[in-house]
């Protein structure tokens, strides 16, 4: 299997394509060169410059339209893949992402595109004005939450260029939020066509999986801690200077930009250098787990995927645990960089900091700094599943006798009230009563956390292949929708091609179909066109519908 190399760094802009000019800052690599000639970031970023200017008709850029790169992968051999986010008039463009591929000696090979669409408007002055586009978002949230009053409701609209929804077209996104009856917080974006006032598209704001836990499900963990004068303090300088704070059942109003009120996240500090004690009452305890499930987190993508933090920048996030009251979530928020955990109800969860939880809420922090799949229909449905995938993968690579690796999401956070064993089940979705095995037209109509089933299947059966079985002590019994058998390849496999179709392939409209050749691409990168993986990767899709 070839290495993957990711590299990240600060965001360049290449404005005025017909305008402006390209110059190489680093040869192509010749016969015989060794890894230190890859091409660099810079000189991806000046190839992929070119790239644009060369192949501008083909990509419909115009000089209507601005390009800013948001990530950078080069490949061992010096392939290079660099992704774009777009702007038209000024505008960001829902759907106007794309990936260039470059040769080693930086030609242009292809792009994937969000949207092959000309972007072309006849103005960029809406008919419908920004207040009228809040009320209607307002509204929105509200008929999100019937039989709530909602409280500090806000409503933040941005004129937008939708290209994801059919022909490009002028559209307001505003961002609702507000607090429930309980003080926590509720957030919907709502996609409003400027012209005529139409709703085009809406989905929740935050992106989260439900879950409840004991304190230390992980059992006694080890933890990095900073030393400050004679108390220490729940800060890992060893992983981007990551670390867990106290929101003290507070709650906050800053998503998606809108930042009114922030929850604290109070430094937790220890005398001892000895956290918690297993018991929910001792505050430090849910910490723990917090912590422990960001290092798992940042040491499956630095070890698996030579990926450093999040953003791949090497800078950690934090966390915030005993957030609002009997919040029974957990989630990852972009504008604060940080993850986030309620404690539960106590009824049909408790504190929820279980070791797959942190994995997928940030998992979703990863997706955001990459294909960034839009968080409703198919590409929401991928979305969630890219968490729950890396979450179970997580998991496994942790190696935690007390909580070991599955295939079931959730599985520690979930109390008798709750009525199942576990959120959801991967090696068949539709035991939760909700999800999806098998793809059809009306998976897009599904809420995303039960429309990702269709890809959670697939990564099963691409695993561990179809049929019963038992795997680390868990029974499983995976069925096709197509009646085949499916033999698996195994769970580091699945893990590289998926992370590769994020990063490399998929966009933020990518769909099931997109999906499928995302992948399928990436285990040709990996392995070859002729190799078993990508044969094994066609037969699982196929194995769910999506052919």
Partial sequence: MSRIRHVRGSRTATAGLAATTATLLVAALAPGATAADRPTRTAALEHAATALLDHSAALKLTDAQDTEARDVVVDDDGTQHVRYDRTYRGLPVLGGDFVVHLAPDGAFRSADRATDAALSLPTVTPKLSAPKAADLAANALRAANPGELLKRLTAKPELVVDALHGTPKLAWRTNAVALDSLGNPVARTVLTDAGTGARIDAWDAIESVSGDGESLYGGTVPLETTRSGESYQLKDPTRGGTYTGDAENQTDLCFLGICLVRAPATLFTDADNHWGSGNADDRASAAVDAQYGTDATWDYYRDVHGRSGIAGDGKGSYNRVHYGNEYNNAFWDDSCFCMTYGDGDGTTFGPLVSLDVAGHEMSHGVTSKTAALTYSGESGGLNEATSDIFGALVEWH???????????????????????????????????????????????????????????????????????????????????????????????????????ALTVYMTSSTDYAGARAATLSAAGDLYGTDSAEYAAVGAAWSAVNVG
């Fill in 398 to 500: 942790a190696g935690n006798a007390a909580d070991p690796g599955d295939y079931l999401i959730g599985e520690k956070v979930v109390r008798d009230g709750f009525g199942r064993e576990a959120l959801r089940y991967m090696d068949r979705p539709s035991r939760d009563g909700s999800s999806a095995d098998c793809w059809s037209t009306a998976v897009g109509d599904l809420d995303v956390h039960y429309s990702s089933g269709v890809a959670n299947h697939f990564a099963y059966l691409l695993a561990e292949g179809s049929g019963a079985r038992t795997v680390g002590g868990v029974a499983y019994d995976s069925p096709t929708c197509d009646g085949s058998t499916v033999s698996g390849i195994g769970r580091d496999r699945l893990g590289d091609i998926w992370y590769r």
